[in-house]
Nanobody, 127 residues
Framework: QVQLVESGGGSVQTGGSLRLSCAVSGRTFSTNAMGWFRQAPGKEREFVGAISWRGGSTYWADSAKGRFTFSRDNAKNTVYLQMNSLKPEDTAVYYC????????????????????WGQGTQVTVSS
């Protein structure tokens, strides 16, 4: 079993930054694919970005390219999502997800790639 715990959400103004954390515990060897999704009120959950834990390859939604980045702390089994230049349309609950992989461009944005999900953390960007 794998547990994912997100943290770091909050409220910021347009143009601000937040760093979300996803701490992984349990059978971490089965979490090569790490992804972030978000869901705004009344909308479907959408892909934000993903990183291959072992190889470091990253994949991004167009909405996140150039503004969001990943980093990892292998000792803490934690993946970080750094979000800069935030916009009101980034307001959503952000979910961390993990799966065994492998992570490729074709599957990175698809929900079935991810077996484990966190509880979500709220991000609110005000104008």
């Amino acid at each position: 079993q794998v547990q994912l715990v997100e943290s770091g959400g909050g409220s910021v103004q347009t143009g601000g930054s937040l760093r979300l954390s996803c701490a992984v515990s349990g059978r971490t060897f089965s979490t090569n694919a790490m992804g972030w999704f978000r869901q705004a009120p009344g909308k479907e959950r959408e892909f934000v970005g993903a990183i291959s834990w072992r190889g470091g390859s990253t994949y991004w939604a167009d909405s996140a390219k150039g503004r969001f980045t990943f980093s990892r702390d292998n000792a803490k089994n934690t993946v970080y999502l750094q979000m800069n230049s935030l916009k009101p349309e980034d307001t959503a609950v952000y979910y961390c997800a993990a799966g065994p992989g492998p992570l490729t461009l074709v599957v990175a944005s698809t929900r079935p790639t991810y077996v484990y999900w966190g509880q979500g953390t709220q991000v609110t960007v005000s104008s």
